[in-house]
């Protein structure tokens, strides 16, 4: 979560009129939402608003004439896992959020040791280069998160691949230790029991802040740092009305039907956006959130790569942008939101919803007055349009109605840079920027980027597109943000490693995964279902290796030999290149038909110079990913479900109580560790190795 500079913030009143400005300023530099890698060696009226424009088009351009030439010798990658904080009371039996983010971070940056050998908490302290430095731990949106990561970027060595799973287990063994005895780090999506009328802080507040304005989460529960609650703030200010999120229940036997949250105060009138609720924000048959803490109080796990020039970052952010909604099912990890049973598996639509701040005009739900646009998405969402300039990439494939601003497309341009990539920067800037510093406004933008970034790293879209940040080594980046974080550590290890194994594959055998981008959307929709990655099909390419002329083959070719990418000659017609498939059959292939990515992945591990001791440790991983998609593993959604459903304490109602939710915490805690609980853990990890 970067961007975290001090300053004045404008309310949004004042903002909205500084927008064009910062729009403008925005195009000449580039920094990300990440680049805390910059540090860590992460992975790396109205006249004023046009004036803001043109500072986000200076940036932005200075950036793509300086850096677009800019070539890497190797990939490198990192990872984000990011935890929520809880605290213990043993006498209750309350697993609760702590807000202690500050202190633990604190505690982390005054480590002297750590801080020598290169880790801590950049944000608090000077930078300190070391040849394997440890981790690094960052703030978060939530007071109740922490953000780690390695303390430096991973190549594709071997050796690093398999320092993945070591490394998560030493950041988190790092951040326990600077806890409170009864705190734990705990790697799931959303707190059970966010927003429930009992107590699940601590401290303790009552939901009455004017930031939020939210009945159920209070704005002490928000990092203190002024961006975030200025984020929340400007966001409901901007919309005209809170945020409205509404996951449908799943409906047990003795769910009340219709359910009507009852969590809800249809009384409450501390501010004017308590009328949302009497004006129907609250849909039956589903549990209702309000605020923007449900959804970036989420913890995720994220990828970052840098590739080896602008053309190697464009092709993969294009290429695993149709994987973003296969891993999000996959990874399937949030069945239970506010203390209820929610009848989806995971976290993507409440955090597309909780940064929702799109006008009335803008939903389309009033003709365009005061609005520049009608935008069909959030700005947390699937991504809308591919940027490749590769020749396989049809038109046909980006066909939604882009919503984009003509006039910085024209300028990027007029100013040397393609259309496909002008045309993707100019739709992430029909946004306005939410949070504005008046002290960066009359400053020169010259060899910065937080006017870009502060439009590019609030468009959280599934697949983050990231020019090199202005001034540093760092190269241009794809970030793959869809999947949810696991409960232990080997499993995000194991979805951390299938994924950047996948990008090796893609290059070096010139996959194409290429489908039409409406195909995409509906694939995000289709994620959410509970228990999708078993009961559900989604649009995938049929395939993956176009046929090769003639004159490429050779009596040598090994079978499976992956062909070179077609022309636009031999295409077909679209609808016969892609179809439906389950997960299971896009992960473990289907026979005589489809290879799989699992298959896939081991055909080229038995091309490559590799060990047998690290082949057989890479095999661990595809095989959790290839038993997860088959069935014979769990996800955690599915897993946490059954646990609820299983409880003694369970009512059978949909609910889960303060009881449930203990022992459950207690028991991810155990997992976390890397112990393993006869019983519970074989569904979801597998036999334990003797």
């Known amino acids: 979560m970067g961007l975290l500079a001090l300053g004045t913030p404008l309310e949004w009143k004042d903002a909205k009129q500084r927008a064009d400005q910062v729009r403008n300023l925005g195009i000449q530099a580039s920094s990300s939402t990440c680049d805390i890698f910059l540090c860590t060696h992460k992975i790396f009226g109205h006249h004023r608003q046009r004036d803001f424009t043109l500072k986000y088009q200076a940036q932005l351009l200075e950036i793509w004439n300086k850096y677009r030439g800019n070539e890497r010798d190797v990939l490198l990658w990192g990872d984000e896992v990011e935890y929520l904080v809880i605290s213990y009371d043993e006498e209750t039996k309350n697993a609760r959020l702590s807000l202690r983010q500050a202190e633990i971070l604190h505690a982390l940056a005054e480590d002297q040791k750590l801080r020598e050998e290169g880790g801590g908490v950049p944000e608090l302290q000077d930078c300190v280069n070391q040849p394997e430095p440890l981790p690094t731990f960052h703030p978060e949106f939530g007071r109740f998160m922490l953000e780690a990561t390695p303390g430096a970027p991973f190549s594709l060595s071997w050796k690093d691949l398999l320092s993945v799973e070591p490394n998560m287990k030493l950041r988190r063994e790092i951040a326990k230790q600077h806890m409170a005895p009864n705190e734990t780090p705990i790697t799931l999506p959303s707190f059970p ?25 209070p704005d002490e529960a928000i990092n203190p740092h002024i961006r975030f609650p200025t984020l929340a703030a400007n966001i409901r200010s901007r919309r005209g009305s809170k945020v409205a999120m509404n996951m449908p229940v799943f409906y047990d036997e003795k769910t009340p039907r219709p359910f009507n949250d009852p969590t809800v105060d249809y009384d409450r009138r501390l501010f004017p956006e308590d009328d949302d609720v009497r004006n129907g924000a609250v849909k039956e048959g589903h549990i209702y959130m309000d605020a923007m803490g449900f959804g970036m109080g989420c913890c995720c796990l994220q990828i970052t790569f840098q590739a080896k020039n602008i053309v ?156 090199p940040p202005p001034g540093g080594n760092i190269g241009w980046r794809v970030e793959f943000r869809s999947m949810e974080i696991q409960l232990t550590d080997e499993e995000n290890a194991a979805f951390a490693i299938f994924t950047v194994l996948l990008t090796r594959v893609i290059l070096s055998y010139g996959l194409n995964f290429y489908i039409p981008m409406s195909k995409v959307d509906e694939n995000m929709s289709t994620a959410h279902h509970r228990n999708a990655v078993l009961a559900d099909k989604f649009w995938f390419r049929k395939n993956l290796f176009p046929p090769r002329s003639q004159t490429h083959k050779t009596n040598n070719s090994p079978p499976g030999t992956p062909s070179r990418p077609g022309t636009p000659a031999s295409f077909g017609a679209v609808e016969d290149e892609y179809r439906l498939m389950t997960i299971n059959e896009i992960m473990n292939g289907i026979p005589n038909e489809f290879i799989g990515l699992v298959p896939l992945i081991e055909s080229y591990l038995n091309t490559v110079n590799i060990d047998v001791i690290t082949r057989c440790e890479l095999a661990r991983y595809l095989a959790l990913v290839s038993k997860r998609a088959s069935g014979e593993l769990q996800t955690g959604a599915t897993w946490i479900r059954e646990f609820v459903r299983s409880h003694p304490g369970y009512k059978k109602d949909s609910v889960v109580s303060e009881e449930i939710n203990y022992d459950l915490m207690k028991i991810l805690e155990t997992l976390g560790r890397g112990e393993r609980i006869k019983g519970l853990s074989e569904k979801l990890l597998g036999q334990d190795n003797p």
């Open 193 to 217: 029991r966010l927003g429930t009328k009992g107590v699940f802080t601590h401290p303790h507040y009552p939901a009455t802040g004017s930031k939020s304005r939210s009945q159920f989460i």
């Open 312 to 467: 190697e970052a464009r092709t993969l952010y294009d290429q695993l942008c149709p994987l973003g909604p296969i891993m999000l099912a996959l990874t399937a990890n949030t069945p239970i939101f506010k203390g209820f049973l929610a009848d989806v598996d995971v976290r993507w639509n409440v955090i597309s919803g909780a940064v929702d701040d799109r006008t009335e005009e803008e939903r389309g739900l009033k003709p365009l007055k005061n609005s520049r646009f009608k935008i069909p998405k959030s700005r947390y969402d699937s991504v809308s349009t591919y940027l490749s300039e590769d020749p396989r990439l049809r038109p046909e494939y980006n066909d939604l109605d882009l919503v984009i601003d003509e006039d910085i497309k024209k300028r990027l341009m007029d100013n040397g840079m393609d259309e496909l990539l002008s045309t993707h920067f100019s739709h992430l800037f029909i946004r306005d920027p939410l949070v504005i510093f008046q002290e960066t406004l009359d400053e020169s933008p010259t060899g910065k980027a937080d006017h870009f970034e502060n439009i590019q790293s609030t468009n959280w879209q599934h697949m983050r597109f990231k020019p």
